[in-house]
């Protein structure tokens, strides 16, 4: 392998190549990027055995071949390479020299043989989203998944779609968050889980203004593809919760309310109760809610003014759901609808129908 | 006690004196600040018994007192407060309400009796420095101070003023760096060792353009006066080593090179050098120098262009200790002077004789 290549297209893809390295892999090889020169191009390949991320550069090559470096040390190094061409050569078998300006470094690889053959990336092609727009919905949704690897399912994203609907879900069991989006095109059916993790991947590589993600699906693995770079990862397998009949219909209390200054009274609620259990009370009033919490450090009394419509209401939440939840929103205002103190409190836009976040309250003696 | 004041003042003065609340001290007490209500002014005090920092904000005083509260949550909290006028009042003894808008938050605080009392803060006025140049004075040398506990003297610096020229020494015994600035005051010679986690905590704190700094000594501690803070610190017992003889006077072979290209030269081979010991070894050449470090990650060899003056030479540093000497210069180029593969190198800026910095070599085999 000889090519030639500039310094930004080196950082652009070993750093999203290394986004799909795991650092606690037990296999060394994985700690590495693929290489592989041909066709004037350079595709770098990584992989944790679960999710799999190939990059496309542009450079010139002047012999074909491929190698595995070490995704660390491949990194730091270009990023501080100076601003000139570079050149890759292997040397002896799987030593790599890098040559730029007067000087050269030799890094040590393993072979390209060595590395796990990448699962099939053809898949069937599903649909197309905006970039900006398909970040945004996983921001919106992502914070309720799970981080707990015991329940694989809890981890995943249910993405359904029925009657040219997108229906992206997450839970902890704990909350939930629904995002819901009218396809332009002609989409088939499907329920798919796909992990957290991937989607919290994907939402760190895509988010360039006019560009598009193709979302396909193969043979128990999704495909999200970018302009040069394919993401690809493997389902979770089980029956995602019937997270349907968690959702109430009507409420008994709605409030509306500032996002911005319920947020920021949640936040300094938790500031106190974070030495405790994080629980924090809402009185919801006539025209305001008093939010409180009460541990060794202090007390504090919130008031918030609200429009109430239905009943009075004492609840309790975990104030860091609340504030993620509440985060998560992008409209001024929100709807807080709730049904008694032991059903949970669902956050609406004042807007629009297409996204909902439920919190579980907290029973209190 | 019972104040109003502003949300920034606030978070100016919590911030500052914060910087003095050691996390790991024993007595509970020492985790608050002291807050004193008098003159139309909030006096707020913080120590960890080494340094101690005192901060007066404006404030309307409604009744006058004092009370001592926890620095964490009162930092975090004035932090989150909402941009209006924030009241304090004490209740039943140490708890202290504040009250912003329609809500409160209660902190249970301690007696301010407990509080250990402070020194006298009267110093024998020294002299006065510009904030901005002494900050940059600091930076140029804190680097050098150890961080080792054990040996008390080399975690400080010293500060020695002769002639009206005052000179700033700090040495780990590794590297050693010295600046030297002429007074404009007629000055008393003196020769005091200041710790370095007080100079660290005095350049956060200063920086302004146009305000002044003055230096005070007082019963075995130092004074540094700023407009509406001050920073009291114990000083250093013991005998600061005898730098001068460490210095070489002259040198065998002296370099000239770009502060940036040989800098970032350096920073490549400590990537890979990291996996060893950070041994790097320069072979200074006619008209160039070359960097090289070898280990099981790979290689590198970095050739960079010098004027030499003097015989070529071989030397082996921490890359480390020659990075973080590098950084400190401020001139686009620099001398490295050196008297032998055991003796240490020296770098000096171009331009100016008031400041240096030294590096012992590694011996190699």
Tied chains: 1, 2.
Aim: hydrophobic fraction near 40%.
């Amino acid at each position: 392998m000889k090519i030639i290549c500039t310094r930004q297209n080196l950082i652009q893809g070993v750093s999203t190549a290394q986004r799909a390295v795991s650092a606690k892999n037990p296999l060394p090889i994985l700690s590495g990027i693929l290489l592989t020169a041909k066709d004037n191009r350079l595709e770098m390949h990584a992989t944790d055995l679960e999710m799999g991320i190939q990059c496309i550069i542009p450079c010139n090559v002047q012999e074909e071949g491929s190698v595995v470096l070490p995704a660390k040390y491949l990194g730091d190094i270009v990023r501080r390479l100076p601003d000139c061409s570079i050149q890759f050569e292997t040397t002896q078998g799987t030593n790599v020299v890098i040559r730029y300006g007067q000087s050269e470094i030799t890094i040590n690889g393993y072979q390209a043989e060595e590395f796990p053959t990448l699962p099939n990336i053809q898949g069937k092609n599903l649909l197309t989203l905006p970039e900006e727009e398909l970040r945004e919905y996983l921001r919106q949704i992502l914070f309720a998944a799970s981080q707990d690897e015991n329940r694989p399912v809890f981890t995943g994203v249910l993405m359904e779609i029925f009657n040219q609907q997108i229906r992206l879900v997450a839970t902890d069991t704990h909350r939930l968050a629904l995002k819901e989006v009218k396809t332009k095109e002609e989409v088939s059916d499907i329920n798919v889980i796909i992990p957290g993790k991937t989607l919290n991947e994907l939402a760190r590589v895509i988010g360039e203004a006019d560009k598009e993600v193709t979302i396909s699906l193969g043979d128990n693995q999704v495909i999200f593809g970018m302009e040069d770079t394919l993401l690809i990862s493997r389902l979770i397998e089980g029956q995602f919760p019937n997270y349907r009949q968690v959702i109430p219909q009507g409420y008994k209390t709605r409030i509306r309310v500032k996002t911005k200054d319920f947020l920021e009274a949640v936040e300094r609620a938790s500031l106190l109760a974070r030495v405790g259990t994080q629980i924090i009370r809402l009185n919801i009033e006539e025209e305001k809610i008093v939010i409180s919490a009460n541990t060794e450090v202090g007390k504090i009394h919130e008031e918030v003014p609200v429009y109430l419509q239905g009943e009075p209401m004492q609840i309790a939440f975990n104030a860091l759901y609340l504030i993620d939840a509440l985060r998560a929103v992008i409209t001024e205002n929100i709807y807080l609808d709730m049904s008694g103190p032991l059903s949970p409190g669902i956050i609406r836009p004042i807007k629009g129908e297409d996204y909902l976040s439920l919190v579980l309250p907290v029973r209190t003696v």
